[in-house]
């Protein structure tokens, strides 16, 4: 049910998000480039509704590519820092802004990338 703490099980789920974001950020990327061009065809049968629905959706794909990006970020951090993770006994000043995020986003990106839940985990333990 608990267990304790493995910094290994952490740097690896760390690396393994990392790829899985920029996986998933690809992967979205590239399904709005095909989305724009369904835009366009609907302008031009003058199906300016579907067209305008599909617009909100490219919007938010992207917001959710900028929030992966900003993660891999986070994630990339915690590895380059990861003997601060290791020695502190706190929380750095210089990671709080990385853990909080990847703690927050965690539940709610846990079907997308299983990974963060383990990080979180992982951090929960720690600290």
Do not use: H
Not at 14 to 38: D, P, V, W, Y
Not at 52 to 64: A, L, M, N, S
Not at 75 to 97: H, N, Y
């Amino acid at each position: 049910m608990f267990s304790a703490l493995n910094y290994s099980k952490l740097k690896t789920n760390l690396r393994l998000a990392i790829n899985r974001l920029k996986l998933i950020g690809k992967k979205k990327t590239e399904l709005t480039q095909k989305s724009r061009k369904e835009i366009a065809d609907y302008i031009l049968a003058s199906k300016e509704d579907r067209a305008r629905i599909k617009v909100e959706q490219i919007i938010r794909e992207d917001y959710y590519v900028e929030a992966f990006e900003l993660l891999e970020m986070f994630c990339d951090l915690l590895l380059a820092r990861f003997g601060l993770v290791e020695q502190m006994k706190t929380i750095d000043k210089g990671l709080e802004e990385a853990i909080n995020s990847i703690m927050w986003a965690a539940p709610r990106l846990q079907t997308e990338i299983p990974e963060l839940k383990v990080i979180s985990d992982q951090i929960t333990y720690k600290y």
